[in-house]
């Protein structure tokens, strides 16, 4: 089995900065596509930033371009999303996947991490 476990969340004010976490740990014997996704009160949940296996290629969301930055961490299967310029709308439950498959489809989740952004 695999778990993956977000941090990082929590309170700031708009045009502040977060930096949340994530690990997968468990039978992670190969290296996976890691993504962030959001679920904000009342919507579905959206896609956010992914990285693949080796770190060498990124997507975004068009409403984080240029704001949030997905990176690996020193260690294998860990992943950061650099939150900058937060805005209200960015308020919402952070989930980070782990995925063998691609960086489109994932097969673990995290329990997610609330960010919430005030005005």
């Known amino acids: ?20 976490s994530c690990a997968a740990s468990g039978r992670t014997f190969s290296s996976y596509n890691m993504g962030w996704f959001r679920q904000a009160p009342g919507k579905e949940r959206e896609f956010v930033a992914a990285i693949n296996w080796s770190g060498r290629s990124t997507n975004y969301a068009d409403s984080v371009k240029g704001r949030f ?37 994932y097969e673990y989740w995290g329990q997610g991490t609330q960010v919430t952004v005030s005005s």
């Open 69 to 105: 930055t997905i990176s690996s961490g020193g260690v294998k299967n860990t992943v950061y999303l650099q939150m900058n310029s937060l805005k209200v709308e960015d308020t919402a439950v952070y989930y980070c996947a782990a995925s063998r498959i691609s960086m489109v489809t």
């Open 1 to 20: 089995q695999v778990q993956v476990v977000e941090s990082g969340g929590g309170l700031v004010q708009a045009g502040g900065s977060l930096r949340l």
